[in-house]
């Protein structure tokens, strides 16, 4: 029996606690305002609408990726960077990345089953060598993963991963498979853990505060290019490293953002929100994404 989205954020709540006003995961994070304007190789490839030059005006999250709001910054965890692209016509448009170069799973059932594992307490001593034999492929992606959960010493100096595939459509109707990369203008190497926990359990938002008051922290979108055979379907499978990139635009963060998600106003960052000239792949973590979301900010509007 299919997974649905209520049994998926019943299990998510089920581990990290259910928090009013919350999202079930990313639950910590900064709001930011910016901008994105794409290079003329991201018109080369799609005729959408946010990739044909002009400055598009942004709202940034980013975020820790459990749904625990109280959980420290210096714990491990993925961290989060989403953009969302406020278009003339008055259409948006979402850009999802994780600081983990691809998903650990292929499914959503397999992700749900992992969550639960996970934060079984004494329980996941069994339950998570289960999972990874029901699953190798997880298991086959710890070396990767892992070092990507410690603590960084910034949001805003680590990269981030569209895990998902996306076909982009140009002038004459040809397609091609690409996924996101958002790379930082400025790297800082990652405290050891010791380090981490005593900058604090909440460092990373007051540390982008004080560095946006410095000036503008900015990413560059690049695109890796699918080649032929590179599987489309499974956010789990790394594409090869020697496949082309392209540079796509760059985002610039210019201040935090402290007018929304205020009273009602909800923000969903949805990366299968698409414009014309992009056009969704078969996998099924995308595709059961927005089902997923509409639960879970049902729950966070209850």
């Given at each position: 029996m299919a997974l649905t989205p209520a049994q998926a954020i019943d299990a998510i709540n089920g581990v990290f606690g259910r928090h009013a006003g919350r999202r079930a995961l990313h639950a910590k994070g900064s709001l930011c305002r910016g901008s994105f304007t794409a290079t003329p190789a991201a018109a080369q490839l799609t005729t959408a609408p946010q990739m044909q030059g002009a400055a598009i005006p942004a709202t940034v999250r980013f975020s820790n990726g459990g749904g625990d709001p109280g959980h420290p910054d210096w714990a491990p965890d993925p961290r989060g960077l989403a953009v969302k692209l406020y278009l003339t016509d008055g259409s948006r448009t979402d850009i999802v990345a994780v600081s983990s170069p691809r998903f650990p799973v292929r499914t959503p059932e397999a992700f749900i089953e992992l969550v639960v594992a996970q934060g079984a307490g004494p329980a996941?001593?069994?339950?998570?060598?289960?999972?990874?034999?029901?699953?190798?492929?997880?298991?086959?992606?710890?070396?990767?993963?892992?070092?990507?959960?410690?603590?960084?010493?910034?949001?805003?100096?680590?990269?981030?991963?569209?895990?998902?595939?996306?076909?982009?459509?140009?002038?004459?109707?040809?397609?091609?498979?690409?996924?996101?990369?958002?790379?930082?203008?400025?790297?800082?190497?990652?405290?050891?853990?010791?380090?981490?926990?005593?900058?604090?359990?909440?460092?990373?938002?007051?540390?982008?505060?004080?560095?946006?008051?410095?000036?503008?922290?900015?990413?560059?979108?690049?695109?890796?290019?699918?080649?032929?055979?590179?599987?489309?379907?499974?956010?789990?499978?790394?594409?090869?490293?020697?496949?082309?990139?392209?540079?796509?635009?760059?985002?610039?963060?210019?201040?935090?953002?402290?007018?929304?998600?205020?009273?009602?106003?909800?923000?969903?960052?949805?990366?299968?929100?698409?414009?014309?000239?992009?056009?969704?792949?078969?996998?099924?973590?995308?595709?059961?994404?927005?089902?997923?979301?509409?639960?879970?900010?049902?729950?966070?509007?209850?």
């Open positions: 996941s001593v069994w339950k998570l060598p289960r999972f990874f034999a029901r699953h190798p492929e997880a298991l086959r992606a710890l070396p990767v993963l892992a070092p990507t959960l410690a603590a960084p010493a910034s949001y805003a100096t680590i990269p981030y991963y569209g895990i998902h595939a996306f076909k982009w459509i140009d002038a004459e109707g040809m397609g091609r498979y690409v996924r996101y990369q958002l790379r930082p203008e400025v790297t800082q190497r990652k405290p050891a853990p010791w380090q981490a926990r005593r900058l604090g359990a909440d460092y990373l938002q007051p540390e982008l505060v004080a560095r946006l008051q410095r000036g503008p922290v900015r990413f560059t979108l690049q695109l890796q290019l699918a080649g032929t055979g590179d599987p489309t379907d499974d956010p789990s499978a790394a594409w090869p490293r020697q496949r082309k990139l392209v540079t796509a635009g760059t985002l610039t963060i210019t201040e935090l953002e402290t007018e929304r998600e205020t009273g009602d106003d909800v923000l969903v960052f949805d990366p299968t929100r698409i414009t014309p000239g992009i056009e969704l792949s078969e996998d099924p973590v995308l595709q059961f994404r927005r089902a997923a979301y509409s639960e879970s900010v049902a729950r966070r509007m209850a």
